[in-house]
């Protein structure tokens, strides 16, 4: 298979880490192909992120907004339509540093039943199997909470999580909530997650953006791990030869 997605020059300075720099990192998104199974997705070597959700749980609105770009992913108007795995490139000055992965909705009524248990598979095995797999955005609608085939989902990548993937549900469309119900969706969500991380999130205030683009961008740029003495030390020196006897 063709491996397109290369990591960029180690040397090359990365961006920062704070919530502009974060979300001008974001805003480099753009389409990088799109695949009806999963052997038809690029090899890629660079921290992948994959956002999913139910269909009306506002992932394409989210994916926008923290671009900043108003039609990176395509929201059909027809929930549950869409397909297809797209997959966007992040990185600076043409450099690929992480991809952004946006799966199908899933859990909509209209959907036949043979199309539902066909994404279910096929979701599950990229859950599964995808080995650059970094880090998964879970998009939830607090007044609905976590559904069973979120918690479902939860399951399914319960292992990996304990292997160190991250994690992270957004509560969407938190304008429509009070401060007292975002405080209770947070805590009911926070109990149901598992050990991931759970933010509120509002495409129309914006609010969490700053928080979400942060915390992705840490996930595709990890800190590297502090040498240990081991890895400082000097090498011994040789043992001097011993001398005619």
């Known amino acids: 298979m063709t491996r397109f997605v290369t990591a960029p020059d180690a040397s090359a300075p990365a961006p920062g880490g704070d919530a502009r720099s974060a979300l001008g990192w974001m805003h480099t998104a753009r389409f990088l192909t799109t695949a009806a199974q999963l052997n038809q997705l690029p090899a890629v070597e660079v921290p992948e992120i994959a956002f999913v959700g139910r269909s009306n749980a506002g992932k394409s609105t989210c994916i926008n907004t923290l671009t900043q770009q108003k039609q990176l992913a395509f929201a059909s108007k027809k929930p549950g339509r869409t397909q297809h795995i797209n997959l966007f490139s992040l990185g600076r000055q043409g450099q690929t540093d992480a991809v952004l992965a946006d799966l199908p909705g899933y859990g909509y009524a209209a959907v036949s039943r043979s199309d ?49 993937l991250k994690f992270l549900v957004l509560l969407t469309k938190a304008d429509k909530l009070t401060r007292a119900e975002q405080a209770k969706a ?17 495409a129309l205030k914006k609010q969490g953006v700053e928080e979400a683009a942060q915390l992705l961008w840490q996930w595709a740029h990890p800190a590297p791990a502090p040498s240990t003495d081991a890895d400082t030390a000097p090498a011994p020196s040789p043992a001097p030869e011993a001398g005619p006897g």
């Open 116 to 164: 539902k248990v066909r994404w279910q598979q096929v979701m599950v095995n990229y859950l599964v199997s995808r080995t650059s797999l970094t880090g998964i955005v879970l998009l939830c609608d607090p007044r609905l909470g976590l559904t069973e085939l979120d918690e479902a989902l939860l399951e399914v990548v319960r292992p990996r999580v304990e292997e160190g």
């Open 186 to 202: 947070l805590s009911i969500a926070r109990l149901q997650a598992g050990g991931g991380e759970v933010k509120m999130f509002s």
